[in-house]
């Protein structure tokens, strides 16, 4: 079993910053892709960003160039800094990674950011 700690949810005005983080530990054989979701109220659940073992990194088109995510291969943990928020990002932001093939998910960070 692989569990997933989040950090760093919280409130923030518009404009401001966050950093999230997610530490893996527990049964970790290959971890493969890491990445973080979102799910705003009356939403479905959508990828934010992802990066893969060696660094390749993808985002949401709404949040590039606001968000920036890294990855610490030897701490299994990753990071989503967020820069520039707008109230649009207001959502439970979820840790997930695939490892060994199966995929894991946090218990999710609240991020509300006032307008």
């Known amino acids: 079993q692989v569990q997933l700690v989040e950090s760093g949810g919280g409130l923030v005005q518009a404009g401001g910053s966050l950093r999230l983080s997610c530490a893996a530990s527990?049964?970790?054989?290959?971890?493969?892709?890491m990445g973080w979701f979102r799910q705003a109220p009356g939403k479905q659940r959508e990828l934010v960003a992802r990066i893969s073992s060696v660094g390749n990194a993808n985002y949401a088109d709404s949040v590039k160039g606001r968000f920036t995510v890294s990855r610490d291969n030897a701490k299994n943990t990753i990071h989503l800094q967020m820069s520039s928020l707008k109230p649009e990002d207001t959502a439970v932001y979820y840790c997930a990674v695939i490892n060994g093939g199966s995929l894991h998910w946090g218990q999710g960070t609240q991020v509300t950011v006032s307008s």
């Open positions: 527990g049964s970790i054989t290959n971890i493969n892709y």
